[in-house]
């Protein structure tokens, strides 16, 4: 279906693809992804919250809508019982979440494929111009995003194959830096999770310190002043040098939002970092 007018989207990465491209949903899981999305208020006046894990089904059937977007990874039996109130597109993920396939996919579905190969071609031309810029210092400055959870552990997203954070720093061309792996302090159940008593596998690398994971914000602030206050916390040469920065959730989500407002950390820590 070409140009549909009521689309209901079940997941927030799906959302975020629909904004750019300048379709407003009459349904969407509100409660849930506003506050991760970022959303500025007239984003989200008048969508419905459909809500998220599960979906409310009868929400859902009262909107009428003539299509319905979610991503696979979202589940097949909520799939199938929603075709029965209206055709459903779902975006194929194949178990890797690549933010400009998905709004490409979802960008087919709405009839909006030339606004979505736009964003993407702007997207790199900010990557150019950072680039540029940056010249040989994109090669001296590796990073890592790491962030701190409420079990005195940190998690560092740069060492997770495939992650979100380290396709942003690819495309960017900067230095990722390969953990440890010899050392006995990193533990790998699917994350790599290391206690805030063994810091010093980041120190002396530029920090980005963002969210461990979808929690609240006053729940992140507390955790970070916690890790901020221990003792080896002062002691590390990042922290004495300048080079730990605070950034927002973006850096832990995906999608073509948050794609952009890492591309503005970028740009606003580490050009400022070398006075560029």
Known sequence: MNHPQRVVILDGFTWADAIVLGVKPIGAPLKTWMPLLQLAPEQ??????????????????????????????????IHKLLLHIAPIVTISTKGNLDWKDHL?????????????????????????KFKAIMGDKLSQ????????RNDQTYRVFTWEK????NGILEDAGLTILAPKRQ????????????????LDLVDGNVIFLTHPNFGPEIEHQRVLKQLQATPLWSRLKSVQQHKVYQVG???????PIAANRALDDLFKYLLNEYNC
């Open 104 to 128: 490409m996919q979802v960008a087919q579905a709405l009839g909006k494929t030339e606004l979505a190969q736009t964003f993407i071609t702007n997207y790199y031309k900010r990557l150019q």
């Open 249 to 255: 959730i973006s850096w832990v989500g995906n999608g």
């Open 183 to 198: 050392s006995k302090k990193i533990e790998t159940n699917g994350n790599f999770l290391v206690s805030w008593e063994s």
């Open 44 to 77: 989200s006046q008048g969508v419905v919250d459909v809500g998220y894990l599960p979906t409310n089904v009868e929400k859902v059937l009262a909107l009428k809508p003539d299509l319905i977007l979610g991503s696979d990874w979202y589940g097949h039996d």
């Open 141 to 148: 400055t590796p990073i890592l995003v790491v962030g701190p």
């Open 162 to 165: 495939g992650s979100f954070s």
